[in-house]
C-alpha cells in the first residue's frame, strides 16, 4: 500500500495503480478522452494532465504510477490552461455539428433529430417523450409552427426538407395522452401563481408541476389556451385539439382559474408568480373604424356579432399588414363571406414575416395582395371594412412595478412578440428559472455554450438519392439525414462536455481541417484491433476498417457512429 495526497485528500491505495486509476476511485474526478479501464494507458489526448509536487512537468494521469509521498493537484489555473489549449487544438480541425441546424433553428430548443430518428424507426411513444421533454402540446403546435426548422433542414440540399412539423403533430395525435409515471413530491409545500393561460403560462405550469409545486393559473378569458384559442382560426387548429393538450395539463394537477382577472397584489401571497399575460392590446393606425387583427380573430372565436358582422357577405376587406396574424385575418374574412379581401402591405414580397406557404394559401382562396402600398395610397371608399395586423403588445395594467420584485417573472409575449413555440420554449426555461429560484440556487448566467457547426452545399450530399415527401412518417422520417451529432443528442459527448467546462476558442487555430468528428484518441482501434487500424501517417492518419464492426459505444465524439451510418463523415 501506499500513501499520497490528491487536492489535499490522504490516500492509501494500492501501489502500482496510476494516478487516474486512485482519483477515479475515490471520486476525484480528471478528464480524459482516449481511456478506458480495460485497455492499457494510451496517454494520446493529452488532457488528463496533473500536477505532481516537485515535478515541474504536467503529468499525464492515465499513465503514471501513483509513488508513495505524492502529492497531486488536479486542478489549477496552470492546468485548465493546458487543458484549454489541448482542446483548442483538437476542436480546430474537428469537423461537425453538435446540433442540427433544424434543432438550432427551433425557439424551444426541441431535439428534432432525435425524435425524427426515433419515428423512422417506429417508436411513437418513444418519440413522443423526446419532444414532450421541451413541447407538452406537440399535436396543436405541429399544426400552427411556421416551422423554421424546415426552413433550416439540409435535406432540402437533396430534394425537400423533412416533414418535421406534420411528424410532430402525427406523433401528438396518435398518442394523445403522455403518460406522467410520478410527480415530484420535493416542492409540494410551495404555491406558484401564472397570471395567463396561454401556451407560455400553459408550459410554465406544466414543468412546473412535473416538479412537484402546486401551481394556479389565472384566466382573464373564459376558456384556457390564449392566443392558441382565440388567435388562430378553427381550420388550422381545430379547438378539440388544443383542448386535449389542455385537459392533460389539469389532470397533473394545475389549477385552472378562468374569467379572473388579478393584479400583482392580489397573488403577492404566492412564493413566485410568472407573468404570461399575452399580447392582446392591437397597434392599430388611427384609422376610422379600423379593428385590430387579433380584436377581430378573437370576436371571430368568441362568435362576436358585432365582429361577425364585419365580413359579412357583400363586405370589401382590407387587411394592414404582412405576418401569420394577418393572413389569418384575410383568410377568416373570406371564410365568413367578403365579397373581396385584399392584403395592404408596404414591403415586398419576400419581406413578409408570414411563412410562405401562409401567403400562397390565402392567395389560393381567393386573396388580393398589394406590395409596396400603404394605407394612405389607396383610393376613397376603397374598403368598407380595414384591419390592421401590424403588431400587438401586452397590457400591463395591474402589474407596474413588477421588474422589481424579485419573486416575479415575465414570459412569452411580455418579453416580445413571436411564434406560439417559442413561447412554449420560454415557459419551460422560466420553469427552470423559478425552481432554481426557489431552491436557493444560484440563477444561471448568460453563457452561450460552444457547439460544433459546419458549412455544408448540396455537393456534401450529391451521394445521397433523390426522395420526395411521402405521407407515411416511418418513410419520411426515414429521409432525415441526421446531420446532427448522435452523442451530443445522447448527452455521451465528452469532447462538447469539456469544451464548455473549459472554456475553449478553437477558433483563434485557423487551417486545414479533417472534415470529420475523429479526434484520434485511439479507443476503437484498440478495442477493435482485428477490424480497426490506423492508415497513413501525420495529419492525413484516420481510422480505417478492415473488417465488419456493427457498433462501438465508447467512441468520445460520436465519431465512428458516423462512419458506421455511411453517408455523411
Not at 197 to 210: C, F, Q, T
Not at 550 to 557: H, I, L
Request: charged share 25%; net charge negative.
Amino acid at each position: 500500500m501506499i500513501k499520497i495526497t490528491i487536492n489535499n485528500q490522504k490516500i492509501q491505495a494500492k501501489s502500482g495503480m496510476t494516478i487516474l486509476q486512485i482519483a477515479k476511485e475515490n471520486n476525484i474526478e480528471i478528464p480524459t478522452l482516449c481511456h478506458d479501464d480495460s485497455l492499457d494507458a494510451y496517454g494520446s489526448c493529452g488532457i488528463c494532465m496533473v500536477e505532481v509536487a516537485g515535478d515541474p512537468r504536467l503529468i499525464r494521469s492515465c499513465s503514471v504510477a501513483a509513488a508513495d509521498g505524492m502529492v497531486i493537484t488536479t486542478e489549477s489555473e496552470r492546468i485548465t490552461k493546458n487543458r484549454r489549449l489541448v482542446l483548442d487544438l483538437l476542436l480546430s480541425d474537428h469537423t461537425g455539428d453538435c446540433k442540427p441546424p433544424c434543432a438550432l433553428s427551433c425557439p424551444a430548443d426541441t431535439d428534432c433529430m432525435g425524435y425524427v430518428k426515433l419515428i423512422s424507426e417506429g417508436k411513437f411513444e418513444e418519440a413522443r417523450e423526446k419532444i414532450g421533454e421541451k413541447i407538452p402540446f406537440m399535436a396543436s403546435i405541429g399544426r400552427i409552427c411556421p416551422r423554421p426548422c424546415e426552413s433550416a433542414c439540409r435535406r432540402a440540399l437533396v430534394d425537400e426538407p423533412i416533414a418535421i412539423g406534420d411528424l410532430k403533430q402525427y406523433v401528438g395525435d396518435l398518442t394523445p395522452v403522455l403518460e406522467i409515471k410520478q410527480l415530484s413530491t420535493v416542492n409540494c409545500q410551495l404555491s406558484i401563481a401564472i397570471v395567463g393561460g396561454g401556451p407560455a403560462g400553459l408550459s410554465a405550469a406544466y414543468y412546473l408541476r412535473l416538479k412537484g409545486y402546486k401551481v394556479t393559473i389565472y384566466e382573464a378569458m373564459p376558456e384556457f389556451g390564449g392566443m392558441l384559442r382565440y388567435g388562430v382560426p378553427e381550420f388550422r387548429l381545430p379547438k378539440a385539439v388544443l383542448q386535449r393538450e389542455i385537459d392533460a395539463v389539469a389532470a397533473i394537477g394545475v389549477e385552472f382559474r378562468p374569467n379572473t382577472r388579478v393584479t400583482l397584489e392580489t397573488v403577492a401571497d404566492y412564493d413566485a408568480i410568472i407573468l404570461a399575460v399575452g399580447a392582446w392590446k392591437s397597434i392599430t393606425l388611427g384609422i376610422d373604424g379600423e379593428i385590430g387583427g387579433i380584436d377581430f380573430l378573437r370576436g371571430i372565436a368568441e362568435g362576436n356579432p358585432d365582429v361577425v358582422g364585419l365580413a359579412s357577405r357583400g363586405s370589401r376587406v382590407i387587411v394592414i399588414g404582412g405576418g401569420n396574424t394577418a393572413m389569418d385575418a384575410c383568410r377568416v374574412a373570406v371564410k365568413q363571406g367578403a365579397s373581396e379581401v385584399t392584403c395592404v402591405y408596404r414591403r415586398t414580397r419576400k419581406d413578409m414575416p408570414a411563412a410562405a406557404h401562409e401567403v400562397s394559401d390565402a392567395e389560393a382562396e381567393g386573396v388580393k395582395f398589394m406590395f409596396s402600398t400603404t394605407y394612405e395610397q389607396l383610393p376613397e371608399n376603397f374598403a368598407d371594412v380595414v384591419i390592421s395586423a401590424i403588431g400587438q403588445k401586452a397590457d400591463l395594467t395591474g402589474f407596474e412595478g413588477y421588474e422589481s420584485n424579485e419573486k416575479v417573472f415575465a414570459i412569452g409575449d411580455m418579453l416580445g412578440t413571436d411564434i406560439a413555440a417559442k413561447a412554449i420554449g420560454d415557459g419551460r426555461k422560466c420553469a427552470e428559472t423559478v425552481d432554481r429560484f426557489l431552491s436557493g440556487k444560484p440563477a444561471e448566467g448568460g453563457k452561450t455554450s460552444w457547439l460544433a457547426k459546419s458549412e455544408k452545399t448540396a455537393q456534401d450530399f450529391a451521394h445521397i438519392s433523390k426522395q420526395s415527401r411521402c405521407d407515411d412518417p416511418v418513410r419520411e422520417a426515414s429521409r432525415c439525414l441526421e446531420c446532427g451529432c448522435s452523442a451530443y443528442s445522447e448527452k455521451s459527448c465528452k469532447l462538447y462536455w469539456y469544451a464548455n467546462l473549459y472554456g475553449v476558442s478553437p477558433e483563434k487555430y485557423n487551417g486545414e481541417k479533417r472534415d470529420e468528428k475523429c479526434i484520434m484518441c485511439g479507443l476503437c482501434v484498440r478495442t477493435h484491433d482485428d477490424v480497426l487500424g490506423f492508415a497513413d501517417r501525420g495529419f492525413g492518419v484516420s481510422v480505417e476498417s478492415f473488417g465488419e464492426l456493427k457498433s462501438y459505444e465508447k467512441c468520445p465524439t460520436g465519431a465512428y457512429y458516423d462512419k458506421l451510418r455511411g453517408n455523411l463523415k
